[in-house]
C-alpha cells in the first residue's frame, strides 16, 4: 500500500523547492553524516506508514488476565523515539558493546517498572527494547505490488565491525517482535545482503518523491535484496539508500547510479561520491575515514577500521586508523570539490599519484585527527522544519601521517 506523503502545515509541497532539493542546490555535506545504526531490526508492514512508524504495529490478540502478571509482554513508558535523527543533527549516544539479550532484559525490567502504557502498545515496547539495545527498528515493504498473502518477515541485522550478520524469520504477529529483541527467537542466518531505500513519505515528502524512483531502480536490478524502509534519519539527503550489514548509508543518490552502490558493495567496495559512512562507528570517527578516503587510502567496506580513538578536547579528536592495500579510485570519484561556506572537503579533490599510492599501500596504520564544528545553514533540515537550521561538519586538523 502507498500512502499519501506526509506536507508541511500550511504549507504547498513543491519537490523542487522541499529539503532535499533545496540541500542539493546549496552543496550540503555527505560526510560523516550517517546515524548511530550498530543494530537493525526490520520489520514487514504492508500497511500504511504513520509518520511515527511503530505506532502501526499492534497486539493480534489482546493479552489475557492470567498471561500479563508474567508476560514479558510488560507496558512501556511514555512515547517510542522510534526515529532518531541524523548524526550530523543530534548528538549520538554510546554504542552498546553486547549482543544485546541483556540489555533487552533489562529494557524488559524497565517497561515493567515504568507502566503507563497499555500492554497492548507493541511499537512503545519494540521502542524502549531496542534502544536498551543499540537497535534501530524501522518497518519494510517491497517496492510495488506483492503478495499480501504470504507470510511477513522480520530480520536481525549486526552492523558491528567484525560481527556483521543478518538473520531473518517470520512474523506471525507484531508481538512476536519482543521474543526476537529477547533471542527467544533466533531467526535463521542468510547471507545475503539487504539494501534499504527510504520511502517514508509521512514522514517527509521528499522522503517518497525522490525514494520512490531509486526504490524502482535498485528493485529492478536486486528484487530479492531490496525493500523500501521507514525513516533512516537526514531527509534532506533524500534520497537515501543503506546496505546491510555494513550499515553503510548513501545519501542523494539518483536512480541511475543506485545499483552501482550495490555492484560496488559486492566487490567489497564503497562509492564515495554518495557515501555518508557507516553507522556502525561515531561521527568523528566516519569523519577521520572519509578524510584518509578522500587522501587515496582503500575504498574498501573492511578498511580504516579504528584501532584508537583519543579525544584531545570536547570536540577534536586524534584517531588511529588501521589501513589495507590501496584500492584504485573509481573514475567519478576523482574529482571534488569544498564547501563554499566552509571549505569542508567534500570528495576527493584529485587523483592519487602512483608513487603516493605505493607508498600508502605499504602503510599499516595511519593518525587523523578532526575537529567537529556547528554550522547554520540557511535552510530547513526537513520539509517540516523552519530555516535556518544547525549541524555538525568535520575539519580535518592536521596532514595525515603514518602512526
Avoid at 544485546?100 to 524488559?108: I, R
Avoid at 538473520?167 to 529477547?182: A, K, M, Q, S, Y
Avoid at 531502480?217 to 533524500?238: I, K, M
Avoid at 548513501?250 to 554518495?274: C, M, N
Amino acid at each position: 500500500m502507498t500512502e499519501a506523503p506526509y506536507r508541511p502545515t500550511n504549507a504547498r509541497y513543491r519537490p523542487e523547492t522541499g529539503c532535499a532539493a533545496s540541500a542539493g542546490r546549496r552543496g550540503d555535506l555527505l560526510a560523516a553524516s550517517a546515524p548511530p545504526a550498530e543494530r537493525w531490526l526490520l520489520i514487514e508492514c504492508r500497511d500504511a506508514w504513520p509518520r511515527d512508524a511503530l505506532t502501526a504495529l499492534h497486539r493480534s490478540d489482546p493479552p489475557s488476565v492470567e498471561e500479563e502478571p508474567t508476560s514479558e509482554r510488560a507496558s512501556a513508558e511514555g512515547k517510542p523515539t522510534s526515529e532518531p535523527a541524523s548524526a550530523d543533527e543530534t548528538p549520538t549516544s554510546e554504542p552498546a558493546s553486547a549482543r544485546g539479550d541483556s540489555a533487552a532484559a533489562e529494557g524488559l525490567r524497565g517497561v515493567r517498572r515504568a507502566g503507563g502504557v497499555g500492554a497492548d502498545d507493541i511499537g512503545a515496547q519494540v521502542a524502549r527494547l531496542c534502544a536498551a539495545m543499540g537497535c534501530r527498528p524501522v518497518l519494510i515493504r517491497r517496492y510495488g505490488r506483492h503478495d499480501r498473502n504470504a507470510p511477513r518477515r522480520w530480520a536481525f541485522v549486526d552492523s558491528r565491525p567484525g560481527q556483521e550478520s543478518i538473520r531473518w524469520g517470520e512474523l506471525p504477529g507484531d508481538e512476536h517482535l519482543l521474543d526476537v529483541l529477547t533471542g527467544k527467537d533466533q531467526g535463521t542466518p542468510s547471507t545475503e545482503p539487504v539494501y534499504l531505500v527510504c520511502t517514508h513519505g509521512r514522514h517527509d515528502a521528499c522522503c517518497a518523491v525522490w525514494g520512490r524512483p531509486a526504490a524502482a531502480a535498485l528493485a529492478a536490478a536486486y528484487p530479492d535484496r531490496t525493500w523500501e524502509c521507514s525513516h533512516v534519519g537526514g531527509d534532506r539527503f533524500a534520497p537515501n539508500v543503506v546496505l546491510l550489514p555494513h550499515s553503510l548509508f548513501y545519501g542523494h543518490v539518483p536512480p541511475s547510479r543506485v545499483a552501482e552502490l550495490a555492484t560496488r558493495y559486492e566487490d567489497g567496495l564503497i562509492v564515495l561520491e554518495f557515501f555518508r559512512g557507516s553507522g556502525a562507528f561515531p561521527p568523528h570517527v566516519q569523519a577521520a575515514q572519509h578524510f584518509a578516503r578522500a587522501a587515496g587510502y582503500s575504498l574498501a567496506v573492511d578498511a580504516l577500521r579504528p584501532i584508537a580513538i583519543h579525544q584531545l578536547a570536547p570536540n577534536t579528536w586524534h584517531v588511529r586508523l588501521a589501513t589495507h592495500p590501496q584500492t584504485q579510485l573509481p573514475s567519478h570519484a576523482a574529482t571534488g570539490r569544498r564547501d563554499r561556506a566552509s571549505g569542508v572537503l567534500a570528495s576527493p579533490t584529485a587523483s592519487v599519484p602512483p608513487d603516493q599510492a605505493a607508498n600508502q599501500a605499504s602503510v599499516d596504520v595511519i593518525t587523523v585527527e578532526v575537529a567537529a564544528h556547528l554550522v547554520t545553514i540557511d535552510g530547513a533540515m526537513t520539509c517540516a522544519s523552519k530555516a535556518p537550521g544547525r549541524v555538525r561538519q568535520f575539519t580535518l586538523i592536521s596532514q595525515i601521517h603514518a602512526a
